[in-house]
């Protein structure tokens, strides 16, 4: 397929990629800055422009992946001249119909990217949503060139699926950046000491549910410990806050599964 890519963030970076591995032409990279446009575009061996007024009117397919914030604006800036070409954003938790377009959709790639850091997209399930069926073709076909694993997710029900990821990935990463603080500041302790734990964590999610794999002191409610903990958080009382509200959380969970 011929593609326009609208973007060259950290997944605007990793799709293209991925899309021109697998077989696609990226007919044109844009970006608000000529230098982001010009690395993504020399890496994809094509034409870029940092001018919106610029952009292909033709093509298979448009992908946007820029900002939540500024897509309902740069969809509205690409309208003109391009109302039958088909668009597609990559937001996990806005509407397909943000795009002002009659042939419309959502391609989302759920996953963390990084510009430096290569993924691999075989493994990376993505969830898919077209206004028309032909339309829908069309987007499976794309993704399985990329992907093993591709499910049709409309988009109230793929607005839990993001907020499950923010809980999953976002919220479990700032856990490790305050762990990470803790070694630093006692003792000066690399992090490493902290990944075969975490590996083990995600280890046994293969195999148990999340809630089958629930360890610690809250499962137990051991107040001797937690209190103890708890003071050792004095004088951080986000860092507190946060233990308390989790570990009440988990038990609140094991007093429902009880």
Not at 47 to 64: M, N
Not at 178 to 206: C, N, R, S, W
Request: glycine share 6%; charged share 20%.
């Amino acid at each position: 397929m011929e593609i326009v890519l609208i973007g060259a963030g950290n997944l605007a970076t990793n799709l293209g990629k991925a899309l021109f591995q697998s077989g696609h032409v990226i007919k044109q990279v844009y970006s608000h800055t000529e230098d982001s446009a010009s690395a993504l575009g020399s890496k994809l061996n094509s034409p870029y422009t940092a001018d919106l007024t610029q952009v292909e009117k033709k093509a298979d397919l448009f992908i946007i992946a820029v900002k939540d914030s500024v897509l309902p604006s740069v969809a509205s800036a690409l309208k003109e001249g391009r109302e039958q070409q088909f668009f597609v954003h990559t937001a996990g938790s806005i509407s397909m119909d943000v795009l002002p377009f009659e042939r419309r959709g959502v391609l989302y790639p759920m996953q963390t990217f990084t510009k430096e850091r290569k993924v691999d997209f075989s493994v990376i399930p993505f969830f898919i949503e077209t206004s028309g069926k032909s339309d829908y073709g069309i987007l499976h076909r794309l993704s399985l060139t990329m992907s093993d694993t591709v499910y049709e997710l409309n988009t109230a029900d793929r607005q839990y699926l993001h907020l499950a990821a923010v809980f999953c990935n976002n919220f479990a990463n700032h856990c490790y950046n305050m762990g990470a603080q803790l070694l630093k500041q006692h003792g000066d302790i690399p992090f490493a000491v902290m990944m075969p734990l975490i590996e083990e964590t995600v280890a046994k999610l293969y195999q148990f549910t999340p809630a089958e794999a629930q360890t610690g002191p809250a499962v137990r409610w051991d107040t001797n410990v937690m209190d103890r903990q708890m003071d050792l958080l004095s004088g951080q009382n986000d860092m507190k806050n946060i233990y308390q509200m989790m570990s009440q959380g988990i038990r609140d969970y094991q007093n429902k599964k009880e």
